[in-house]
């Protein structure tokens, strides 16, 4: 789960992390308020959005006078932004925040993440503040520098300081450096994290250590635990598809092809995508139904699948085990009842009560749907039956044209 930065800073305040004055807007009126009671020379205008590249994208604007800052609020609200996070669809701005402006000495980067090749939480920093991380570790990996963290000990202050310094802070500052660290290692832990990231970390003129933007991710199987961070959920901001499947309590990627996959276990389901692709498709979807699949289940993941027109087909590959074959094709009938096959379905499937599962779905004489003995053939068919689709569809808005 993300949440927005003001959301992100107002965290780590209550962790003693040092951030900007600032409040979010829904509306230049406010955005304007807000400004007038910060009461300083200048007034950062920000986009809101689960994004990161909004600098570039036009979606941070200073403003030195409340005037400008109701008419930057006023051009940025209801606007699509595009970064090269959000993808050519972009994302619609509807909330800012508005804050002091800072006087910056340097920028530096801060980040933090689970390694899992190591089990252990990475902290890492760089003196290359403001720029893409991922841009620095593949042009200048000497600039990065990493502290792994021993889950028994936690950060400890020797490592805080000792990255403090590889980052290159002045020595006066290297102890409130650390301490940030150590607090912001904290609230990692804490509210179960699975990302902090503050880019850029600022050195201000008067040597001030601040959060001038921060970034936060939680780990959606602990939320349980904190129905504080569940409540900052912007469901305007999550893919309709995942957000409905979440509810589902089926495991959704919206990953952007028009071949839908519908399978059973993690591993499978890479392996589907994998094949798809190897075969010319492109996988529309990561789709794990689970070890616990009833026929509505399976109903609501097509549902969530046919909900837009970037489906073209669907591949149905299911090996049953705890999930049972007739159970898959019951669903699939009851999709077909309760929801109408609008695309092709092509299904595979094997393992338990797998002669009964063919049955149902032989006997229900489905015309949409394709039976394929096995993996390789079931995807090769799915992508040439997406194909034919989409042809279709090219041709008849040609037609309309």
Known sequence: MNIHEYQAKQLMKWYNI???????????????RIAKGLETPLAVVKAQIHAGGRGKAGGVKLAHTIDEVKFYASQLLGKTLVTHQTGP???????????EGINIAKEYYLGMVIDRDTAKIVMMGSSEGGMEIEKVAAEMPDRIAYEYVDPCLGLMPFQAKRLAYRMKFPDNVINKVANLMINLYTLFIEKDCSLVEINPLVLTTDKRVIAADAKLNFDDSALYRHPEIEALRDESEEDPKERDAAKASLSY?????????????????????DIIKTYGGSPANFLDVGGDSTVEKIAEAFRIMQSDDQVHSVFVNIFGGINKCDVIAS??????EKVGLKVPVVARLDGTNVKEGRRILEEAKLPMVHMAPKMEEGAKLAVELAAEVKAKKVAAEGKEA
Do not use: S
């Not at 669809?89 to 804050?99: D, F």
């Not at 919206?254 to 389901?269: H, S």
């Not at 669903?331 to 077909?336: N, Q, S």
């Open 89 to 99: 669809e972009g994302k619609v701005v509807n909330r800012l925040l508005i804050e």
């Open 331 to 336: 669903g699939i009938v009851a999709a077909a």
């Open 18 to 32: 040092d951030v900007p004055n600032g409040q979010p807007a829904f509306n230049p009126e406010e955005a304007a």
């Open 253 to 273: 990627v919206n990953l952007g092809g028009d071949v839908a996959c519908m399978v059973n276990g993690a591993g499978l389901a890479m392996a589907t995508v």
